[in-house]
């Protein structure tokens, strides 16, 4: 049974960086598309970004596009956000998961083994 960690978060001003990753244990990542979402206070989680399973395509939520970046490496079965150009509204708590089955690739439902989160607060 894959298990991922989520790490990086924290405190960062508005116009900074901050650089997640996701690590997989139990199973190697090189087959699973992988995702990462968002969670607000008080509001549902979002889909944020996702990568095919050999790095080639990826999408972002329009929110997001030209700050954050997705990216992995297969050999240390890590996953990777790259969050430029931060904004308040990027605070949440950030999750990565698996898309285990075909679909939408923002639909939630589609996405398992998810992470306990990282928190991002980004101040004004």
């Known amino acids: 049974q894959v298990q991922f960690v989520e790490s990086g978060g924290g405190l960062v001003q508005a116009g900074g960086s901050l650089r997640l990753s996701c690590a997989a244990s139990?199973?190697?990542?090189?087959?699973?598309?992988m995702g990462w979402f968002r969670q607000a206070p008080g509001k549902e989680r979002t889909f944020v970004a996702l990568?095919?399973?050999?790095?080639?395509?990826?999408y972002y939520a329009d929110s997001v596009k030209g700050r954050f970046t997705i990216s992995r490496d297969n050999a240390k079965n890590t996953v990777y956000l790259q969050m430029n150009s931060l904004k308040p509204e990027d605070t949440a708590v950030y999750y990565c998961?698996?898309?285990?089955?075909?679909?939408?690739?923002?639909?939630?439902?589609?996405?398992?083994?998810w992470g306990q989160g990282t928190q991002v607060t980004v101040s004004s």
């Open positions: 990568i095919s399973g050999s790095g080639s395509n990826t």
């Open positions: 998961a698996a898309k285990e089955r075909s679909g939408s690739y923002y639909l939630i439902d589609l996405y398992g083994a």
């Open positions: 139990g199973r190697t990542l090189t087959i699973s598309t």
